[in-house]
Protein backbone atom coordinates (compact mmCIF):
# COMPACT_ATOMS: atom_id res chain seq x y z
CA UNK A 1 0.00 0.00 0.00
CA UNK A 2 1.36 3.72 -0.75
CA UNK A 3 2.23 5.48 1.98
CA UNK A 4 -0.27 8.39 1.52
CA UNK A 5 -2.69 5.48 1.68
CA UNK A 6 -1.46 4.36 4.82
CA UNK A 7 -1.99 8.26 5.82
CA UNK A 8 -5.25 8.60 4.91
CA UNK A 9 -6.46 5.29 6.47
CA UNK A 10 -5.08 6.16 9.77
CA UNK A 11 -6.47 10.02 9.31
CA UNK A 12 -9.90 8.04 8.88
CA UNK A 13 -9.64 6.35 12.06
CA UNK A 14 -9.21 9.82 13.80
CA UNK A 15 -12.06 11.43 12.40
CA UNK A 16 -13.92 8.72 13.79
CA UNK A 17 -12.50 9.07 17.26
CA UNK A 18 -13.41 12.67 17.14
CA UNK A 19 -16.71 11.36 16.24
CA UNK A 20 -16.87 9.32 19.18
CA UNK A 21 -15.69 11.99 21.57
CA UNK A 22 -18.21 14.76 20.27
CA UNK A 23 -20.95 11.76 20.61
CA UNK A 24 -19.66 11.50 24.40
CA UNK A 25 -19.53 15.51 24.71
CA UNK A 26 -23.54 15.83 23.79
CA UNK A 27 -24.28 13.13 25.49
CA UNK A 28 -25.76 10.75 22.81
CA UNK A 29 -23.29 7.93 24.39
CA UNK A 30 -22.46 8.63 28.23
CA UNK A 31 -19.19 7.20 30.00
CA UNK A 32 -21.97 4.55 31.46
CA UNK A 33 -23.25 3.70 27.71
CA UNK A 34 -19.37 3.37 26.57
CA UNK A 35 -18.37 0.55 29.48
CA UNK A 36 -21.36 -1.65 28.25
CA UNK A 37 -20.01 -1.26 24.40
CA UNK A 38 -16.70 -1.73 25.10
CA UNK A 39 -17.43 -5.17 26.72
CA UNK A 40 -19.66 -5.25 23.63
CA UNK A 41 -16.04 -5.25 21.64
CA UNK A 42 -14.67 -7.29 23.82
CA UNK A 43 -16.28 -9.94 24.12
CA UNK A 44 -18.33 -10.35 20.71
CA UNK A 45 -17.56 -8.10 18.01
CA UNK A 46 -13.65 -8.48 18.43
CA UNK A 47 -13.17 -12.34 18.91
CA UNK A 48 -15.71 -12.70 15.34
CA UNK A 49 -13.35 -10.21 13.89
CA UNK A 50 -10.10 -12.59 14.96
CA UNK A 51 -11.83 -15.53 13.89
CA UNK A 52 -12.57 -14.00 10.33
CA UNK A 53 -9.03 -13.07 9.96
CA UNK A 54 -8.14 -16.76 10.14
CA UNK A 55 -10.03 -17.45 7.24
CA UNK A 56 -7.12 -18.13 4.75
CA UNK A 57 -6.15 -21.26 3.35
CA UNK A 58 -3.52 -23.43 5.19
CA UNK A 59 0.27 -21.87 4.46
CA UNK A 60 3.03 -23.36 6.29
CA UNK A 61 4.97 -19.91 5.19
CA UNK A 62 1.86 -18.42 7.12
CA UNK A 63 2.37 -20.84 10.26
CA UNK A 64 6.06 -20.05 9.97
CA UNK A 65 5.46 -16.09 10.01
CA UNK A 66 3.13 -16.51 12.77
CA UNK A 67 4.89 -18.56 14.92
CA UNK A 68 7.91 -16.07 14.44
CA UNK A 69 5.86 -12.94 15.03
CA UNK A 70 4.74 -14.32 18.21
CA UNK A 71 8.27 -15.03 19.71
CA UNK A 72 8.58 -11.40 18.64
CA UNK A 73 5.75 -10.10 20.79
CA UNK A 74 7.09 -12.32 23.83
CA UNK A 75 10.52 -11.17 23.41
CA UNK A 76 9.47 -7.28 23.27
CA UNK A 77 7.11 -7.86 26.48
CA UNK A 78 9.48 -9.60 27.85
CA UNK A 79 12.19 -6.94 27.12
CA UNK A 80 10.01 -4.40 28.32
CA UNK A 81 8.63 -5.53 31.42
CA UNK A 82 12.48 -5.78 32.78
CA UNK A 83 13.45 -1.94 31.48
CA UNK A 84 10.33 -0.78 33.01
CA UNK A 85 12.07 -2.07 36.52
CA UNK A 86 13.93 1.16 36.10
CA UNK A 87 11.68 4.04 35.04
CA UNK A 88 10.13 6.17 36.72
CA UNK A 89 11.70 5.61 40.02
CA UNK A 90 11.10 8.96 41.66
CA UNK A 91 7.09 8.92 41.29
CA UNK A 92 4.83 8.00 43.86
CA UNK A 93 4.14 4.09 43.81
CA UNK A 94 0.90 4.16 42.80
CA UNK A 95 1.19 6.52 39.58
CA UNK A 96 4.72 4.62 39.00
CA UNK A 97 2.39 1.33 38.58
CA UNK A 98 0.54 2.53 35.96
CA UNK A 99 3.43 3.64 33.99
CA UNK A 100 5.36 1.02 34.36
CA UNK A 101 2.26 -0.70 32.80
CA UNK A 102 1.78 1.54 29.75
CA UNK A 103 5.46 1.19 29.29
CA UNK A 104 4.67 -2.44 28.78
CA UNK A 105 1.55 -2.24 27.05
CA UNK A 106 0.40 -0.93 24.36
CA UNK A 107 -3.18 -0.38 22.22
CA UNK A 108 -3.12 -3.08 20.14
CA UNK A 109 -7.15 -4.27 20.10
CA UNK A 110 -9.02 -0.97 20.36
CA UNK A 111 -6.54 0.84 18.20
CA UNK A 112 -3.71 -1.24 16.91
CA UNK A 113 -6.11 -4.26 14.66
CA UNK A 114 -7.65 -1.43 12.93
CA UNK A 115 -4.57 0.14 11.81
CA UNK A 116 -3.07 -3.78 11.16
CA UNK A 117 -6.36 -3.93 9.16
CA UNK A 118 -5.97 -0.63 7.07
CA UNK A 119 -2.43 -1.34 6.36
CA UNK A 120 -2.20 -5.04 5.90
CA UNK A 121 -5.64 -6.04 5.12
CA UNK A 122 -6.94 -9.52 6.82
CA UNK A 123 -3.56 -10.66 6.57
CA UNK A 124 -2.76 -7.64 9.04
CA UNK A 125 -5.62 -8.30 11.51
CA UNK A 126 -4.57 -12.53 11.40
CA UNK A 127 -0.83 -11.18 12.26
CA UNK A 128 -2.00 -8.79 14.92
CA UNK A 129 -3.55 -11.12 16.85
CA UNK A 130 -0.83 -13.69 16.83
CA UNK A 131 0.92 -10.79 18.47
CA UNK A 132 -1.72 -10.17 20.48
CA UNK A 133 -1.22 -13.76 22.06
CA UNK A 134 2.19 -12.37 23.51
CA UNK A 135 -0.01 -9.15 24.91
CA UNK A 136 -2.26 -11.51 26.85
CA UNK A 137 -0.05 -13.91 28.44
CA UNK A 138 2.03 -11.12 29.67
CA UNK A 139 -1.04 -8.78 30.80
CA UNK A 140 -2.24 -11.04 32.71
CA UNK A 141 0.83 -11.86 34.25
CA UNK A 142 3.17 -9.37 34.38
CA UNK A 143 0.25 -6.97 34.31
CA UNK A 144 -1.06 -7.94 37.43
CA UNK A 145 1.82 -8.28 39.33
CA UNK A 146 2.60 -4.57 38.87
CA UNK A 147 -0.31 -3.47 40.51
CA UNK A 148 -0.80 -6.20 43.05
CA UNK A 149 3.52 -6.30 44.03
CA UNK A 150 3.26 -10.07 43.97
CA UNK A 151 -0.29 -11.10 45.75
CA UNK A 152 -1.92 -13.16 43.37
CA UNK A 153 -3.48 -16.18 43.29
CA UNK A 154 -1.86 -18.82 41.05
CA UNK A 155 -5.26 -20.82 39.35
CA UNK A 156 -6.90 -17.30 38.80
CA UNK A 157 -4.06 -16.47 36.99
CA UNK A 158 -3.75 -19.20 34.36
CA UNK A 159 -7.46 -18.75 34.22
CA UNK A 160 -7.17 -15.03 33.36
CA UNK A 161 -4.25 -15.96 30.91
CA UNK A 162 -5.50 -18.83 29.02
CA UNK A 163 -9.41 -18.48 28.91
CA UNK A 164 -10.32 -14.75 27.66
CA UNK A 165 -11.92 -13.60 24.23
CA UNK A 166 -8.22 -12.79 22.75
CA UNK A 167 -7.04 -16.16 23.46
CA UNK A 168 -10.20 -18.45 22.92
CA UNK A 169 -10.82 -16.77 19.60
CA UNK A 170 -6.99 -17.02 18.56
CA UNK A 171 -7.51 -20.71 19.05
CA UNK A 172 -10.57 -21.21 17.27
CA UNK A 173 -9.37 -19.28 14.42
CA UNK A 174 -5.84 -21.14 14.26
CA UNK A 175 -7.64 -24.78 14.16
CA UNK A 176 -9.57 -23.72 11.44
CA UNK A 177 -6.63 -22.53 9.57
CA UNK A 178 -4.22 -25.03 10.02
CA UNK A 179 -6.70 -28.39 9.29
CA UNK A 180 -8.41 -25.93 6.36
CA UNK A 181 -11.94 -26.01 7.76
CA UNK A 182 -14.18 -24.15 5.79
CA UNK A 183 -17.36 -22.86 7.63
CA UNK A 184 -20.63 -22.71 5.97
CA UNK A 185 -21.17 -19.42 3.74
CA UNK A 186 -23.99 -18.40 6.35
CA UNK A 187 -22.33 -18.48 9.42
CA UNK A 188 -18.70 -17.34 7.83
CA UNK A 189 -20.50 -13.80 6.74
CA UNK A 190 -22.47 -13.62 9.62
CA UNK A 191 -19.03 -13.95 11.58
CA UNK A 192 -17.28 -11.32 9.09
CA UNK A 193 -20.28 -8.97 9.19
CA UNK A 194 -20.43 -8.71 13.01
CA UNK A 195 -16.39 -8.88 12.93
CA UNK A 196 -16.66 -5.65 11.13
CA UNK A 197 -18.22 -3.77 13.62
CA UNK A 198 -15.07 -3.77 15.19
CA UNK A 199 -12.92 -0.78 13.68
CA UNK A 200 -15.55 2.23 13.97
CA UNK A 201 -16.84 0.74 17.14
CA UNK A 202 -13.24 0.72 19.03
CA UNK A 203 -12.85 4.25 17.48
CA UNK A 204 -16.05 5.66 18.30
CA UNK A 205 -14.97 3.71 22.18
CA UNK A 206 -11.65 5.36 22.20
CA UNK A 207 -13.35 9.17 21.47
CA UNK A 208 -16.18 8.82 24.19
CA UNK A 209 -13.54 7.72 26.80
CA UNK A 210 -11.76 10.71 25.72
CA UNK A 211 -14.42 13.32 27.22
CA UNK A 212 -14.68 11.28 30.00
CA UNK A 213 -11.58 13.39 32.03
CA UNK A 214 -10.48 16.79 31.82
CA UNK A 215 -7.98 17.44 29.01
CA UNK A 216 -6.65 20.50 30.51
CA UNK A 217 -5.67 18.64 34.28
CA UNK A 218 -4.56 15.43 31.63
CA UNK A 219 -1.92 17.89 30.31
CA UNK A 220 -0.42 19.82 33.40
CA UNK A 221 1.70 17.22 34.26
CA UNK A 222 5.32 16.43 32.68
CA UNK A 223 5.29 13.08 33.46
CA UNK A 224 2.87 12.53 30.81
CA UNK A 225 4.77 13.78 27.82
CA UNK A 226 7.64 11.87 29.26
CA UNK A 227 5.85 8.46 29.19
CA UNK A 228 4.34 9.37 26.64
CA UNK A 229 7.49 9.92 24.50
CA UNK A 230 8.41 6.39 25.86
CA UNK A 231 5.53 4.32 25.30
CA UNK A 232 4.96 5.97 21.03
CA UNK A 233 8.70 7.04 20.01
CA UNK A 234 11.54 5.24 21.73
CA UNK A 235 9.51 1.83 22.50
CA UNK A 236 8.91 1.17 18.23
CA UNK A 237 11.91 2.97 17.30
CA UNK A 238 13.94 0.20 19.29
CA UNK A 239 11.82 -2.16 18.03
CA UNK A 240 12.55 -1.54 14.36
CA UNK A 241 16.04 -1.08 14.96
CA UNK A 242 16.73 -4.35 16.76
CA UNK A 243 14.36 -6.07 14.15
CA UNK A 244 16.07 -4.60 11.23
CA UNK A 245 19.63 -5.41 12.80
CA UNK A 246 18.49 -8.86 12.47
CA UNK A 247 17.14 -8.87 8.58
CA UNK A 248 13.53 -8.47 9.65
CA UNK A 249 11.33 -6.75 7.07
CA UNK A 250 7.83 -6.68 5.35
CA UNK A 251 5.09 -8.12 7.45
CA UNK A 252 7.26 -9.45 10.07
CA UNK A 253 8.74 -5.85 10.43
CA UNK A 254 5.76 -3.92 10.16
CA UNK A 255 3.02 -5.86 12.60
CA UNK A 256 5.56 -5.22 15.67
CA UNK A 257 6.51 -2.03 14.86
CA UNK A 258 3.07 -0.66 14.24
CA UNK A 259 1.58 -2.78 17.75
CA UNK A 260 4.57 -1.00 19.56
CA UNK A 261 3.99 2.14 18.49
CA UNK A 262 0.25 2.35 19.50
CA UNK A 263 -0.84 4.53 22.45
CA UNK A 264 -1.25 3.17 26.26
CA UNK A 265 -3.44 0.01 26.45
CA UNK A 266 -7.58 0.64 26.87
CA UNK A 267 -7.29 -1.77 29.81
CA UNK A 268 -5.07 0.61 31.92
CA UNK A 269 -7.70 2.02 33.42
CA UNK A 270 -9.05 -1.15 34.03
CA UNK A 271 -6.12 -2.37 35.45
CA UNK A 272 -5.78 0.36 37.82
CA UNK A 273 -9.72 0.12 39.31
CA UNK A 274 -9.75 -3.39 40.18
CA UNK A 275 -6.03 -3.44 41.22
CA UNK A 276 -6.16 -0.25 43.69
CA UNK A 277 -4.13 1.64 40.92
CA UNK A 278 -3.93 5.48 40.23
CA UNK A 279 -6.80 5.76 38.67
CA UNK A 280 -6.66 9.37 37.39
CA UNK A 281 -3.23 8.66 36.39
CA UNK A 282 -4.15 5.97 34.11
CA UNK A 283 -7.16 7.91 33.01
CA UNK A 284 -4.70 10.93 31.95
CA UNK A 285 -1.80 8.74 30.48
CA UNK A 286 -4.14 6.95 28.15
CA UNK A 287 -5.58 10.48 26.81
CA UNK A 288 -2.39 12.06 26.60
CA UNK A 289 -0.87 9.38 25.04
CA UNK A 290 -3.62 8.35 22.65
CA UNK A 291 -3.75 12.14 21.19
CA UNK A 292 -0.07 12.58 20.90
CA UNK A 293 -0.03 9.13 18.96
CA UNK A 294 -2.08 10.97 16.43
CA UNK A 295 1.27 12.43 15.28
CA UNK A 296 3.73 10.04 16.10
CA UNK A 297 1.75 6.65 14.48
CA UNK A 298 1.98 8.36 10.80
CA UNK A 299 5.70 8.95 11.15
CA UNK A 300 6.34 5.50 12.67
CA UNK A 301 4.48 4.11 9.40
CA UNK A 302 7.42 6.62 7.72
CA UNK A 303 9.21 3.93 8.49
CA UNK A 304 8.32 1.40 6.23
CA UNK A 305 8.01 3.16 3.12
Not at 16 to 35: D, L, M, R, W
Not at 211 to 225: H, I, M, R
Not at 266 to 276: E, K, S
Request: aromatic content about 12%; some cysteine.
Amino acid sequence: MEYMNIINQIIILFLIIIVGFIAGKNKIISQEANVTLSKILLNITLPFLIISAFNFDFSKNMLKTAVTILIISIFVHGTLSIVSLILYKKQEEGVRKVLRFITIFSNCGFIGYPVAGSIYGSEGIFYAAIYNVGFNIFVWTIGILIFQSGNVKGKGLLRKVFINPGIISVSIGMTLFVFSIKLPYVISETIKLIGNITIPLSMIIVGVSLCGTSLKSAFKEGVYYYASFFRLVLVPLVVYFILTLFKFKGIYLGIPLIVSAMPAAANTVTFAQIYNGDVSCATKITIVSTIFSAITLPLMVLLLK
